[in-house]
């Protein structure tokens, strides 16, 4: 059997490792926002890219949100939160 090698639109395809360094901080910010008072982490994502932290989901309110990103930045290693975060309060 012949196996023809792997392209992608004629291209080579490219393979995207993460860094262990943004797994380590999004881990450590999952957990942080996991265990703190006042959050329900279970509708939120977090994504790692250098010292910035992205927040995507849904949140109950206003100071729901607020209080993530408080924790989110009492962490060792972040240095910005950017926050595409959802609430069921009215703006």
Known sequence: M???PQTFHGERPAVADE???DASLE??????LA???GIGAEMLKVVASGSEIF???DVGSRGEMDRAVEV???VAG?????VRL???EAP
């Open 19 to 21: 860094s262990p360094v």
């Open 55 to 57: 927040l995507f989901g």
């Open 78 to 82: 972040v240095e910005k939160v950017t």
């Open 72 to 74: 989110v930045l009492a």
């Open 35 to 37: 265990t703190s008072e």
């Open 86 to 88: 959802r609430s069921d």
């Open 27 to 32: 881990q450590r910010v999952a957990d942080a």
């Open 2 to 4: 012949i196996f023809k």
